[in-house]
């Protein structure tokens, strides 16, 4: 008996150091289209790099979760500006601590903002920050800008997916490409947001862990798993199998499927968000103004919207809309869908019918280009053979190409494209200079028309937003007449969310990524 007791003691013991089995982790599971390269200099891959960089990163400031428009404060706790918006003072907050323990101060800004205004360094802010006169430290935690001419809308861009980036880990390296030089930045990447980097596993998923020590509160889900996957039928069934908690691009031809699965909750978001028919200002056959606007006309924006689209999406006459409501000119159209004229406007800028109804001009070569896209998204699918079709009635042959989306945008980026169907956010604000105007840091397609500088200019002169109103009435007016691409509609966003997803805010799922650190995960389903 005394044997039996000791060994019953032992064991008790035993039990009483032994630590109890951990409890279940809070995942938010979230698809990514592509592989991410989390490198907040000039962000490759665009869509799935900011999605990480929105929880791993901050910025100087946010958009608020109660609107997504709003800007309200993030590493910096307020602003002011000079009465002509051309001086900018931002107190920053203090307490803030990069992922490695070093703390953030005004140096990790300046820092930033020299990076940003080197031209090779292709930062998405140059443009804003090429009329940068002088940064000014004025203490650890306050900084000034002075700017050459008036940046009324300063904040809203900074609201735009611009990271703030640890001077002390890539000062003195050559970022003009994320490579050799940065690779160690590359493989654990270092951010002040309340998650960090754990693994990365090409092609399958990038997982990030709760950061206990991040300034805005301990984070109540535990990780965020990224799971790559191009394909948004996949990610339908994945969420129908209980797999996956969000779909964050909710198609037409998927809004039924989504509908049908018992535990998904979708919310509606107007956000500025269009979709356009790219054409490469540099490729030989867009050169003519007639050629572009007959191309507009072949389109029939109606029955793409009412019937292709299910009534889901309303037509497009410019790059200002409707989600940015004190700006949107709702008395602006675009050219109307009118066949017949399509035709005479090719025929002046001497495009005849040739074999097959196909156009060729007088040396005989076709009226022939391609249409890139990328892969895995219905709609879109869907939308480069309706343009394929519209565009042969009028005798243009088009063909469609599809791409990996990486593989698409480097395309892209670099150029090397004649038209391309896509889809465009842009911040909630009508300066379209990064888009539009020339040398602007988001200007694929290299248009360039001196008048529609002329007005940009202007519009970001005045915080007076009747004023700014006008002169985007005007600039949508032109641009809507030069055609530098194709406005083919505006899309509130779908995005569904699964039931244990708790506290998301209803906004653009970008900066519903922000407020993850707020997030909960319902018990019941845990």
Do not use: C
Request: no cysteine; proline share 7%; hydrophobic share 40%.
């Amino acid at each position: 008996m005394k044997k039996i007791f000791r060994w019953m003691v032992v064991i008790a013991l035993l039990m009483a150091f032994t630590p109890a089995p951990a409890l279940a982790k809070k995942i938010l599971r979230f698809p990514l289209r592509g592989n991410p390269a989390v490198w907040p200099v000039s962000q490759p891959s665009l869509i799935n790099t900011l999605m990480i960089q929105k929880v791993m990163f901050n910025g100087l400031v946010k958009y608020s979760k109660k609107d997504g428009v709003t800007v309200v404060p993030d590493l910096a706790v307020s602003w002011t500006h000079s009465p002509d918006v051309k001086v900018w003072t931002f107190k920053l907050r203090k307490g803030v601590r990069w992922h490695d323990g070093k703390p953030f101060t005004a140096a990790d800004v300046e820092f930033n903002y020299k990076v940003h205004k080197v031209k090779k360094y292709r930062s998405r802010f140059h443009r804003q920050m090429k009329t940068l006169e002088k940064f000014e430290v004025l203490d650890s935690h306050t900084v000034r800008l002075t700017f050459s001419q008036p940046m009324a809308a300063l904040t809203v861009q900074m609201g735009y997916n611009i990271p703030v980036f640890p001077k002390h880990l890539l000062e003195g390296k050559d970022l003009k490409y994320p490579g050799p030089a940065t690779q160690k930045f590359l493989e654990h990447p270092i951010g002040t947001g309340p998650y960090k980097f754990k693994e990365f596993k090409r092609g399958s998923y990038f997982l990030v862990e709760r950061n206990d020590d991040y300034w805005g509160g301990k984070p109540k889900i535990d990780e965020v798993y990224f799971k790559i996957m191009p394909d948004v039928t996949a990610q339908v069934a994945q969420m129908k199998a209980n797999e996956l908690d969000v779909i964050w691009e909710v198609e037409p031809s998927l809004i039924e499927a989504v509908r049908g699965i018992p535990s998904a909750v979708i919310h509606k978001k107007d956000a500025p968000y269009y979709n356009w028919f790219l054409l490469n200002q540099k490729h030989p056959l867009f050169k003519d103004r007639r050629v572009r606007q007959a191309m507009a006309m072949a389109f029939d924006k109606k029955t793409i919207a009412n019937k292709i689209l299910k009534g889901m999406v309303q037509p497009a006459s410019g790059p200002v809309q409707p989600a940015i409501k004190w700006a949107y000119p709702k008395d602006v159209k675009g050219l109307p869908y009118d066949p017949a004229r399509a035709k005479k406007l090719l025929a002046e800028a001497g495009w005849k019918p040739g074999p097959g109804g196909i156009l060729q001009n007088s040396k005989g070569e076709k009226f022939t280009f391609e249409i890139s896209g990328d892969k895995g998204n219905p709609t879109r699918e869907l939308m480069f053979q309706v343009s394929r079709q519209m565009l042969g009635k009028i005798g243009i042959d088009a063909t469609v190409k599809l791409y990996e989306f990486n593989a698409l945008m480097k395309i892209y980026r670099g150029g090397k494209f004649a038209a391309r169907f896509a889809y465009w956010i842009t911040p909630p604000d009508p300066d379209v200079t990064d888009y539009f105007g020339t040398g602007g840091g988001r200007n694929f397609i290299k248009y360039s028309n001196p008048e529609v500088d002329k007005l940009l200019k202007k519009g970001v002169s005045t915080t007076d937003r009747k004023k700014r109103a006008a002169v985007y009435k005007v600039v949508q007016k032109l641009l809507a007449e030069d055609v530098p691409g194709i406005y083919m509609y505006y899309k509130p966003e779908y995005i569904a969310v699964h039931k244990r997803i708790t506290g998301f805010p209803k906004i653009g799922i970008r900066d519903w990524l922000l407020y993850v650190n707020e997030m909960d995960i319902d018990k019941k389903f845990n």
